[in-house]
């Protein structure tokens, strides 16, 4: 290709990626080696959470690999991780109380998931054929072209952008609802804060990726039609 200095902003985007991941995994080994002193698993707190908020209708399963936990609302199953399902640290207590507060938002229909879910099917086709439209316009030199592609990649960004107060509040429900339900003392609760705005950076760091390479294909957009 040619020479292009706003492949800078890739390059940022990557750099921020890496920093983020990087500071997931050493917080969560640092607090995976601090046990509660309830010395309940992900999996009991899972169950007391959900037994708590009268949920009887979602169910926990063990998944394999490490920081795949997730919360699948078509299944309804709180999916743990080999380092979170049989764990008694703040940091699997912290994990399995934030997908836990995926599902009190899948419960209480919070407005921001319902938007995150419906934006889904078009963050797909915007994060497949919206670089590949983008690169056929600029090859092609068709600027309707990039314009259309720019326009599909930004409902990937979007999609992006929505899934941060998402991550927040389930978050915010979930170091709460440890405290309150005794699951974790209150001095014990700093280590799952830490442990969850770690795991909330990566998210930040997603979108503000995305959102740098999208700044870069208007930026080459408009060089085009100066040219
Ligand atoms: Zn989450």
């Avoid at 926990?60 to 609302?73: C, E, K, M």
């Avoid at 380092?83 to 921001?112: F, K, N």
């Avoid at 209150?186 to 280590?191: F, K, Q």
């Amino acid at each position: 290709m040619y020479y292009d200095v706003t492949y800078i902003l890739v390059i940022i985007a990557a750099v921020l990626c890496m920093a983020a991941s990087a500071g997931v995994k050493s917080t969560y080994n640092k607090y995976a080696k601090v046990l509660s002193m309830s010395g309940m698993t992900g999996a009991q707190v899972a169950d007391r959470i959900l037994r708590q908020n009268g949920i009887t209708d979602v169910g926990i399963a063990h998944v394999g690999g490490n920081l795949t936990d997730h919360y699948d609302p078509r299944s309804k199953m709180v999916n743990l991780s080999d380092s979170v399902y049989d764990a008694t640290s703040v940091a699997a207590v912290a994990v399995a109380a934030h997908e836990c507060g995926h599902v009190m938002q899948h419960a209480r229909g919070y407005l921001p998931l319902k938007i995150r879910t419906a934006l889904v099917p078009a963050a797909n086709i915007g994060s497949k054929a919206g670089i590949p439209i983008i690169m056929l316009g600029l090859i092609l030199g068709l600027t309707p072209f990039v314009d259309l592609g720019i326009w599909v990649f930004s409902l990937a960004v979007l999609f992006q952008v929505v899934t941060l107060p998402v991550e927040f509040d389930a978050s915010h429900r979930a170091l709460i609802m440890l405290e309150d339900y005794g699951i974790l003392a209150h001095d014990e609760v700093s280590g799952s804060r830490k442990v969850l705005q770690a795991a909330a950076m990566t998210y930040v760091a997603s979108a503000a990726s995305a959102a740098l390479q999208l700044l870069r294909f208007i930026l080459l957009s408009n060089s085009r039609r100066r040219d």
